[in-house]
């Protein structure tokens, strides 16, 4: 048995329909419950063993010092230390433009078929922060190109903010390249990786990315409610928290010249970190990560890719047009496309126990896990062969 069937067995959704909508998020796991189980029994070991620390506790700080590391594996971060948990992509991204220093007249860069999550922070923080927002206007063929974007760029550009693969269409930009061209023109890039950490090998360091964001309940397979960033040195030192407590990374004086907060490690990314975490989210959050880089994150990249290829293949010989290609520079773990009636194609796939996503009320989106297999990439064919013929 290969690490694809076993791994399989563990997700309920999976295991009970057609479930092609990792994307939305990745369903309850048998690990995830068995990590809240966990949680909650070295709590009382804590409680009653005495361990101080607040809600954290000593056994619980464990397992957020060991997520820690195996997050900056991940993304091969500089240091454990870079890296803070946060509720979602959203929160990271709000930490990073309330926190930084902008000056007059900087800007940052985005796209506009981004995801809210990605334009809301910006366009917020903007009124009270400052800058101006550029966004790339939306191409008929929904890419994001990377020269495209840069040109919007100039000397006072202090971010670029993109998805590494957008939520809607599952288009996949060039991190590698945008990163190497902010890198040259000192440009902070911010990459929102929630839709392709899990699924691919993500190198914040080689690809110049300056802050990752991402969250855990999809392509990470943990649960909803935690999330975290990873920073380099750079950026990390130049954010200020917009809200504060106590943390390992700050401290309240008092003196003759009155009270103040001061964080005593800028180069700690727990400086943004509220004093009490999510620490069951965190627990799930461990087994996942655990278990991924225990399969290899190489080699749920190379099974998804053998998915998607099947998939994109197998509709255009259908007749329907994936968007973009089975390219792996511009493609990932998603499969979307445009059908005539997408609103009665969607019933149509709920109605065979198929699940996946319309979105914007214009999309069919496919997404692919770790979990999936041919066959059921072959059943959502099946499926939208037996649509079209009785359609046309």
Request: hydrophobic share 40%; aromatic share 10%.
């Amino acid at each position: 048995m290969n690490w694809q069937e076993d791994y399989r067995k563990l997700f309920y959704a999976a295991n009970h329909c057609t479930y092609l909508d990792q994307a939305y998020d990745c369903g309850s796991t048998l690990y995830g419950i068995k990590a809240m189980e966990k949680y909650f029994e070295d709590w009382n070991r804590a409680a009653v063993n005495v361990e101080r620390g607040g809600p954290g506790r000593a056994s619980h700080f464990k397992v957020v010092n060991e997520t820690r590391e195996m997050i900056r594996q991940l993304v091969n971060a500089d240091s454990a230390d870079h890296i803070c948990f946060t509720r979602n992509t959203n929160e990271g991204l709000n930490t990073i433009l309330h926190g930084f220093p902008f000056e007059p007249g900087d800007n940052v860069v985005t796209a506009e078929i981004e995801h809210s999550s990605v334009i809301m922070p910006a366009v917020n923080a903007s009124k009270t922060k400052g800058f101006e927002v550029r966004a790339l206007p939306a191409r008929e063929d929904e890419r994001i190109p990377v020269d495209e974007l840069m040109a919007l760029t100039d000397e006072h550009t202090r971010f670029v903010l993109v998805s590494h693969v957008q939520s809607k269409n599952g288009y996949r930009i060039d991190i590698e390249e945008l990163g190497k061209q902010c890198f040259e023109r000192g440009i902070y890039l911010v990459v929102d990786a929630i839709q392709s950490l899990g699924l691919e090998p993500f190198d914040m360091r080689k690809w110049h990315v300056s802050a990752v964001n991402a969250a855990g309940y999809k392509g990470l397979n943990a649960v909803i409610s935690i999330g975290f960033t990873a920073y380099d040195e750079e950026l990390l030192k130049k954010i200020v928290p917009t809200y504060i407590a106590y943390t390992f990374a700050t401290k309240l004086v008092h003196d003759e010249n009155g009270w103040d907060v001061i964080v005593t490690e800028p180069g700690n990314a727990r400086k943004f970190e509220n004093s009490s975490l999510d620490n069951p989210g965190i627990y799930a959050l461990h087994d996942a990560l655990e278990i991924i880089l225990n399969i290899g994150v190489d080699n749920i990249y190379t099974h998804v890719r053998s998915l998607h290829k099947a998939l994109w293949n197998g509709l255009k010989e259908l007749g329907y047009e994936p968007l973009f290609s089975d390219d792996p520079k511009e493609s990932l773990g998603i499969v979307a496309f445009k059908p005539k009636d997408p609103q009665e194609m969607y019933a149509y796939f709920r109605s065979r126990n198929i699940a996946l996503s319309l979105n914007g009320g214009t999309h069919i989106r496919v997404s692919l896990g770790g979990f999936n297999n041919l066959n059921d990439v072959q059943t959502f064919l099946q499926a939208a062969a037996e649509y079209k013929q009785n359609k046309y």
